[in-house]
């Protein structure tokens, strides 16, 4: 089930860069989500922006998510 709805809700793109291992731990199924950063901008269902930065992974929402795309489209056209 998760799986299915995993794929539903992230990029072609996401998906090729994910693993995701399964495991038991105190009777309960967990999920590991291993997923390879190479510099690209992530959307999930296409509306949301999630921005890495350090430990920690930040949901940028209006203006914050426009001035960040602006600021990615001129670093990788310079």
Known sequence: MFQNLYKQIASAALM??????????????????????????????GTELYVRKDS?????????MVDFIRNYQKQTIN
């Open 56 to 64: 920690s992974t930040h949901l940028l929402k209006g203006q914050d």
């Open 16 to 45: 090729c860069q994910t693993r995701i291992s399964w495991f038991e731990s105190e009777g309960h199924i967990c999920a590991k989500i291993d997923v390879d950063y190479n510099g690209d901008v992530v959307l999930i269902n």
